[in-house]
């Protein structure tokens, strides 16, 4: 009973794995170097793991970035809502725009249904996982991580002693 819904749950949100663990990979390419990109689903002990991406860093913070990568995706979704003006900036105040969704909502089409799971899969791409939040506390509270703090901060404070 439990592996026919992981597999009805693994066929639903396949693209947005596939979405979320591409994020991964890409940040790995570029921050250090990318090992291995699975989106096969797996049973590890009481939990499943629906992707995996293997990478390794020269510095341990860098995993923090690599951890964190999916979540560009619910930037595009903002991008995607605000072009479809679903979500709009009037005055430079961030706002929903509940008169088209009811518009929306009254003339549901199937065309509508389609772009409502397109949407679900990139709310489910930018997901962390337990595993990705895991990896971005241990790198940031790495050495390298509290140098890159410590140095921040620092650059931080020389702006604004500088400029007063």
Known sequence: M????????FIFFFPGTFLHELAHYVAALFLGRAEGFSVWPKIEGNSFVFGSVKSR??????SSFIALAPVIWWGVLVLALR???FIGTPNGVPSINFGMIVMKLKAFTSSDALFLWLFLQIVWAGRPSLQDVKNFISGFFSVSGVML???VAAVIYLLFTISK
């Open 57 to 62: 860093t020269r510095y341990k913070v860098l």
């Open 2 to 9: 439990i592996t026919l819904r992981l597999i009805l749950k």
């Open 149 to 151: 703090i410590s140095a």
């Open 83 to 85: 072009y479809l003006h």
